[in-house]
């Protein structure tokens, strides 16, 4: 496979990083204090810079600096920034109708999207779609659609785990940052410890810990420990995102499917992280053959158009009778010409593939740094969806603040932002048609600053 970037890249984005001012400079800064003066402040702002463009897996600031980023704007970028095939499909569709009604009309592009799901969903088992605005509006579906179809009000997430934050959503949220001062929440929502092996919940090694976890969530929450009768659903990231990277043990997806059919509960998968693509695999539930009841999407279902929706079996879809649920902007012309073609291009230029065999090269070259550099704990991850978690000292796996660190590479022209329970993750997450080259690129960065860092330490 070539991994060359695609010739549509433009000629300023493949010279990067290219810092001509300091970020921030004086265009990104006169925005920036307007932005401060009547901008809502909760937005968290990692980068002091005013985006102006972009292509490829390149961003240039209002002052013409040209950065290297390893975001891909949270995963929304899968298939790069400004891709001609996204930006055509919505010129032509901006020309012909922007608001296409689909509460109370028909619209040829949200069924044929929707059909195009339906055929490459896990096992091309879940054949009907709703479509909304985002993935948290995604995760509302799913709640609502669960409760619905089952009759029931509970609900199983795992610690660690992010679902939005908006209502029911953010109840499924296990960290107190992004629930603090909005309480109190829908009653009905048990947490289960997800398989973070690094840092056992239960202070045991796998294998030989026999999946401790599952067993607490088989034994312990669902026989004695949480809900009061029959549970709706239960949330699951197949490859945990916010919570900081968290690939699971293999059996661990499965044993769950088999658990919903013993209890008869909906299993939801949110791959709204991990979906097309990212992971090195269409959906990341097809790496283990597991196909869920309601699968979740988003982020980069809309190519950077707002869109999220859920995909489900069509006789728990079923349920729902006219009404149940809507959405003003769902099914939206300008999210399903942009959502459409942006799945067409990942799956015609086959980008799993291409996330996989970069996402090798980048965990060999990541897992040579961790054996060299002692703040480097842990490097986790599959395709360009991988975790590196810093800490002070492998031995007593105390979390490292990384902020100053996060600074240190974006000053070099490296955007990269974090994640974990701890927040001291670092996610190597850029578009997936990154070259070689630019990722070799920006890990030299990366490994520059961990090198910088220790010394400092030392």
Sequence with gaps: MDLSLPEWVADWARDVPRLVIPPPGPASKAIIEKDR?????????????????????????????????????ISVMNAGWSNPRVVEAIREQAGDLVHSLANDAYFDKEAEFAELLAKISPGGALTNTFFGNSGAEGVEAAIKLSRYYSKSGEHIAFMGAYHGRIGNALALASRVK???????????????PYPYCYRCWFKQEYPSCGMACMDYLENGILEYGGPSGAVASIFVEPLQGEGGYIVPPPEFMPRLRRLCD??????????????LGRTGELWECDSTSTIPDILITGKALGGGIPLGGIIARKEIMGVWRPGSHSS??????????????????IIEQDLPTRAKILGAHALKRLNEMKDKY??????????????????KSKSTKEPMLVPRMQGQVWRKGLMMITAGMYGNVFRIAPPIIISDEQLDLGLDIFESTVQETQKELV
């Design 262 to 275: 013993q209890k008869k509960i909906l299993l939801v998968a949110d791959e709204i992280q991990s979906g």
């Design 328 to 345: 003003t902007f769902g099914g939206n012309g300008i999210s399903m010409a942009a959502g459409l073609a942006h799945v067409r291009e």
């Design 178 to 192: 992004y629930k603090f001062g909005h309480g109190p929440y829908t009653p009905g929502v048990h947490f289960a």
């Design 374 to 391: 002692e703040i480097i704990g842990d490097v986790r991850g599959k395709g360009l969806m991988i975790g590196v978690e810093m800490v």
């Design 37 to 73: 003066e009547f901008v809502s402040h909760a937005y968290d702002r990692l980068f002091q810079f005013t985006m102006k463009r972009s292509s490829g897996a390149a961003i240039m600031d209002a002052d013409g600096n040209a950065y290297l980023d390893f975001s891909a704007g």
